[in-house]
């Protein structure tokens, strides 16, 4: 059974910083990893999709990569602005699953 | 395209009481999942449907709790009775996904604004 875990569950940090945000899973036989972000009160936006055949995805300040062997995902912001303050999720769909598995979430808050 | 739409946005009701929240898939979709969320137990998923036939619905609580996808283009949850302890955030979510005795592609998922159900 996949499991996806997202350390820390909660990060604050001052404008500006680059970042990053784990997302780490137990089976590497994936199909595809997606990050998404959820403001509070609100639904989950994608960000990025990663194909398992794919190393990384790039959109604006974000870049995402993936390494199946070692089960491991990061979600890299650059020049983090109060705006990116949001719960970021990562889910996973196992190659012989049809239902992706959801991590916690990291609770970021980048302050002024 | 408009997107995953779900409503209402915001449902009260007492209860004892029968709730429906509804959705509509993005067109093409053929897959579509109900989730409920809560601070204590996170996403999780209750109901999955393939071809608007349900494939997984594991995670559906109990009895209360029915879904259908009559059609492409609709799906509801149906809570009958309401109980407090119903209170979250249901979301529906819609991809594309092909099998063909195995998983043959899909290209993510996207949900919809949630339904924020608060039985008192």
């Known amino acids: 059974k996949q499991e996806v875990t997202q350390i820390p569950a909660a990060l604050s940090v001052p404008e500006g910083e680059n970042l990053v945000l784990n997302c780490s899973f137990t089976?590497?036989?994936?199909?595809?990893l997606q990050w998404f972000r959820q403001d509070p009160g609100k639904g989950l936006t994608s960000l990025l999709l990663i194909q398992s055949s794919q190393r990384e995805q790039t959109s604006g300040r974000l870049n995402a990569s993936l390494d199946k062997s070692s089960g491991r995902s990061t979600l890299y912001i650059a020049a983090s602005q109060p705006g990116d303050s949001a719960t970021y999720l990562c889910a996973v769909l196992s190659g012989g699953s049809y239902i992706p598995t959801f991590g916690r979430g990291t609770s970021l808050i980048v302050h002024p | 395209d408009a997107g995953v739409i779900q409503s209402p946005r915001h449902e009260v009701t007492e209860m004892g009481q029968e709730v429906t929240l509804r959705c509509k898939p993005i067109s093409g979709h053929n897959s579509l999942f109900w989730y409920r969320q809560t601070m204590m137990r996170g996403l999780e998923l209750l109901i999955y449907?393939?071809?608007?036939?349900?494939?997984?619905d594991s995670g559906m609580p109990e009895d209360r709790f029915s879904a259908k996808m009559p059609n492409a283009s609709f799906s509801t949850l149906k809570i009958q009775p309401s109980e407090p302890r119903d209170s979250a955030v249901y979301f529906c979510?819609?991809?594309?996904?092909?099998?063909?005795?195995?998983?043959?592609?899909?290209?993510?998922?996207?949900f919809g604004s949630g339904t924020r159900l608060t039985v008192v």
């Open positions: 979510a819609s991809s594309i996904t092909v099998y063909s005795g195995r998983l043959k592609s899909n290209y993510g998922y996207t």
């Open positions: 449907f393939n071809n608007n036939v349900p494939i997984d």
């Open positions: 089976d590497s036989a994936i199909y595809n």
